[in-house]
């Protein structure tokens, strides 16, 4: 008896060695970046985001659980004499085709009237957490793998507001190998 | 059929009086490292906590604890600095210890298991689960007097989450006083 009481923490060693190895292999919390630029036309920006060329995703498409986060970074280029209000939405991903001039009703805000001085502006990650709206739509979105990002701008005075270094950040959790 | 009887009853007895010269409570603290497995946006970080000891048996203690676990900023990914701080987890439940008697001194190899309530959160990103989550792992106990234990032991904490779970290693250290020693 005594013997088998002390044969338990090799068993216990076993089970937890077993345990982890198992959950390792089935699910995990994984960071996507994808990079974009946008040109402004007009003080109207648009451009497709296409989560599915990425590596990671394709390795977890098929058992993402949820989406635990999404955020945005970007740095904006401002030659506007006076500040300019910036706004960005989501919408479904309208496919190929002739990009749209113009913002769609069925789109949802998620960066709402950012205020924008003259200069050269950095939105970091960290940041755009504290003011993306509509996260339950973004997330929503994401985990479809494509959706549509616009942005506007009002306030311009016919100088250049140019957005570059863009990244969407998603973390995801997913199962299996 | 008599000889199990006989063996039960002698079992019986054995561990009414093997339980008799044990303390039933006990009380204590630990801290240590916790690991998250397969969490791109956590790094290391720390873990403490407050648990108790209940005597079921001599080689079985019931152990109520409380933890709380404050993950490491995640390490860059892809060149983005993420900015945002770890995720912390607080967790309550009742683990079982098996081979690790109070006041016997000595080496004491013990299992030990159990279940609690795991609360995920992170305040940056507005993450915020908690379920009913599960650990298992195994430890080395030192009973340095009749009255002090003291432990190390390794801990995989599963976490489960709206679907899936966040897990991590524990690596703890603690030392429990042990009431009731005459």
Redesign the interface.
Known sequence: MLKK??M??L???I??AL??AG??IV?????I?KDFDMTAEAGFYFYQVDLTTEPDWDDHKDDI??I??V?V?FTIVSTETSDVAFSVYVDDYSGAGANPTSILPTADVIIDSLTVSPGTTRI????S?TFLRN?PRLKSLVRSGKFDYYAGSTGNDGETFVITEG?V?V?L???GS | MKTLLTAAIAAVLLVGTVSAQLPKFGAGAFGGVSIP??????TNGTVFGARGRVGLLP?LQIEPYFASTQWGA?DP????????DGSTVTAFGLDAT??FPPAKLGLK????GGIGSFKVK?D????DESKLGFN???GLGIGVSPFLDIDVR?V?M?AP???????A?NLMAGVTYNFGIK
């Open positions: 009481i002390q338990l923490p068993g216990g060693l089970v937890s345990l982890v959950c390792l699910s995990g919390t994984f960071v970046v659980d949820f635990d986060a955020g970074e970091t990650y960290g940041e957490l996260i990244k950040v973390t959790s997913a199962s | 497995v397969v969490q791109d946006d956590q080689i995640p990914v892809d060149g983005v600095n993420l900015g945002i098996i081979g190899p013990f299992l030990t992170n940056d990103t507005g993450y298992a792992g195994l390794g995989a599963i989450q709206e679907s899936g779970s966040k897990k290693i």
